[in-house]
């Protein structure tokens, strides 16, 4: 069985930092591209940044320059390290894994709150 548990989430002010972890049973993480989502209070997911098996990144608008995804594929554990946080980021960010050669491969955890006070 495929778990994924998201966990590091919390209130922080703003200015403030957080980090994300995402811990996978059930599947090896080399060979699924690992995203972080989130969805802020009424609004819909939207992608925040993803990692490949090789380590490449790419990051939404609203996260570059602030957020870092890493992966250490040893511990089967994808990271977002949240810097200069603002009430905008407040959301609930969920992990997401979704195996490179089958796109019906993909997996959520359960999402963890990140809430970001003024």
């Known amino acids: 069985q495929v778990q994924l548990v998201e966990s590091g989430g919390g209130l922080v002010q703003a200015g403030g930092s957080l980090g994300l972890s995402c811990a996978a049973s059930?599947?090896?993480?080399?060979?699924?591209?690992m995203r972080w989502y989130r969805q802020p209070p009424g609004k819909q997911r939207e992608l925040v940044a993803a990692?490949?098996?090789?380590?490449?990144?790419t990051y939404a608008d609203s996260a570059k320059g602030r957020f870092t995804i890493s992966r250490d594929n040893a511990k089967n554990t994808v990271y977002l390290q949240m810097n200069s946080l603002k009430p905008e980021d407040t959301a609930v960010y969920y992990c997401?894994?979704?195996?490179?050669?089958?796109?019906?491969?993909?997996?959520w955890g359960q999402g963890t709150q990140v809430t970001v006070s003024s």
């Open positions: 059930g599947i090896g993480l080399g060979s699924y591209i």
């Open positions: 997401n894994a979704r195996y490179v050669l089958d796109v019906s491969r993909n997996y």
């Open positions: 990692i490949t098996g090789g380590g490449g990144t």
